[in-house]
């Protein structure tokens, strides 16, 4: 017997009121899985057929990766993933797949990715005659190289940027933190925190009092003078100082093993902005990098960095220069995370109260015609400040417009985007010290704007995240079988 459409009308705004009150993502989750019963998102699933990407391929590597795993054939199905493993195979990871259902997608998909997964455990783990430890770690590390990682990358926005913690709250509590991330200004903060605590510490970060957030203080109008900013930078260190220590970049990768990387920018003329890890500057000093990274200009002071050198001694680093706010030449280093880390797939906690309204509005439209009336906006604007820059002092006024030009080249967006709704009142506190109860608010925040997001993020970060556990244990596996000693991977 059908079922009227006016009581499921009436129980899918039940259900959608109960969605808005779920206490903890269990909850969301079953209430959501409901809602695509009645709304038809679940049907949809179950339909391999769509457009919007190519199921007759994913079907037939699905059934031929069944077959060989079933018949115990390692070597040639490590070949043939190896040959045809990608990350969007048959545009599987197309937005437009994740925007129907609440919770997944296409079945197909969801089968397809669980038994890549499953086939690469199934090498990782069986015992073969013709497929032995010295085959396996070659495999999995070239065919990892090939497919990629993902990274989660922190934005600037000030007191805002503690919607960073609810994100990084979500992630940890279904396993879903990437080792790789960056943070640019206020994102830095909460990176680093990061950086330095090991799986079993992160949940201290969410306590009252697990961070230390008191990094304003309003320096007097003699001292703003004289320093030309209008918060003391002291405070701001302390405050950094007591969330991450005295960890250099390299001392940090060592303790937790999460690649974290700060972006700073150039004070001076004639530089570039830097993304500092374990890697590009490993023995500067953390501390004094979140520093650099959250010195907006005419709030902080710009801020000389440090590091220990060969005796551990704390010396300057590239003592003639200063360094501030990351946000303005770098708040999504995606091309270099790319060169250096391997990630081509990136998962964005947005929180620049300028950008924010605009990622909210195209995630309204996506199919309609307002995004691409901002993208040519913008890119008319940049038009118009390099040519007024070219006849500016180019030390003067041409200087602050090509800082403008850098904010508006940048982009603000990932593969997956995680941001607040809009709110001009938190806005006008950007440079504000949180009371608890607004730490807990934006925790919160955090996670409800992820919670939507999440399945997504389980599938599309599943397989690589399946290569990292398989090349651990391999590794142990090795280590066990040649015990002289050796050195560390790096990654």
Not at 325 to 339: E, F, H, K, Q, V
Request: hydrophobic share 40%.
């Amino acid at each position: 017997m059908r079922t009227p459409p006016r009581f499921v009308h009436r129980l899918v705004r039940e259900r959608l009121r109960d969605l808005a009150q779920a206490e903890h993502y269990a909850a969301w989750r079953e209430i959501a899985a409901d809602l695509d019963r009645l709304e038809g998102g679940e049907a949809w699933k179950a339909d391999e057929a769509s457009d919007d990407y190519d199921y007759l391929l994913l079907r037939e590597r699905l059934q031929r990766m069944r077959l060989l795993r079933r018949q115990g054939d390692a070597r040639q199905l490590a070949f043939e993933l190896y040959e045809g493993l990608h990350g969007n195979l048959g545009n599987l990871s197309n937005p437009a797949l994740y925007g129907v259902a609440r919770i997944g997608t296409k079945r197909l998909i969801e089968d397809y990715l669980r038994e890549v997964s499953r086939c690469l455990d199934f090498i990782c783990a069986g015992d073969f005659a013709d497929f032995g430890l010295d085959d396996k770690i070659p495999f999995f590390k070239r065919t990892a190289t090939a497919f990629g990682r993902s990274a989660l990358m922190l934005s600037g926005g000030g007191t805002l940027g503690l919607f960073h913690l609810g994100v990084i709250k979500a992630l940890h509590a279904e396993k879903l933190l990437p080792r790789v991330l960056s943070g640019a200004s206020a994102g830095s903060i909460i990176a680093s925190a990061l950086a330095v605590r090991n799986d079993a510490e992160i949940a201290q970060m969410f306590e009252p009092g697990g961070l230390d957030l008191d990094a304003f203080r309003l320096l007097g109008w003699r001292e703003s003078l004289r320093t030309g900013s209008m918060m003391d930078g002291a405070q701001l260190e302390r405050c950094v100082g007591a969330n991450i220590g005295e960890y250099t970049f390299v001392e940090a990768f060592e303790r937790t093993r999460r690649i974290v990387s700060v972006t700073v920018s150039p004070a001076e003329p004639h530089q570039q902005g830097r993304l500092l890890n374990y890697l590009t500057a490993p023995h500067v000093i953390m501390r004094k990098a979140v520093l650099a990274s959250c010195a907006v200009p005419g709030v902080f002071e710009p801020v000389q960095l440090e590091a220990r050198d060969y005796e551990k001694r704390v010396v300057p680093y590239l003592p003639s220069k200063r360094w501030i706010d990351g946000t303005l030449s770098s708040d999504l280093p995606m091309l270099r995370l790319a060169r250096l880390h391997n990630v081509n797939h990136y998962i964005v906690s947005q929180t620049n109260p300028h950008i924010v309204p605009l990622l909210a509005e195209a995630e309204l439209e996506r199919r309609g015609l307002a995004p691409l009336a901002r993208e040519l906006i913008k890119q008319g604007s940049s038009g118009a400040l390099k040519l007024a820059r070219k006849h500016l002092d180019p030390y003067g006024g041409g200087r602050l417009l090509g800082k403008v030009d850098n904010i508006l080249q940048q982009r603000y967006s990932g593969d997956i985007n995680v941001f607040p709704a809009p709110s001009h009142r938190r806005a006008l506190r950007l440079f504000s010290n949180p009371s608890a109860d607004d730490i807990r608010q934006f925790i919160r925040d955090g996670e409800r704007a992820t919670w939507p997001k999440l399945e997504r993020i389980r599938l599309q970060t599943q397989v690589s995240r399946t290569f990292e556990d398989c090349l651990r244990l391999l590794k142990r596996e090795y280590a066990l079988h040649h015990p002289q000693p050796k050195l560390r991977a790096a990654v």
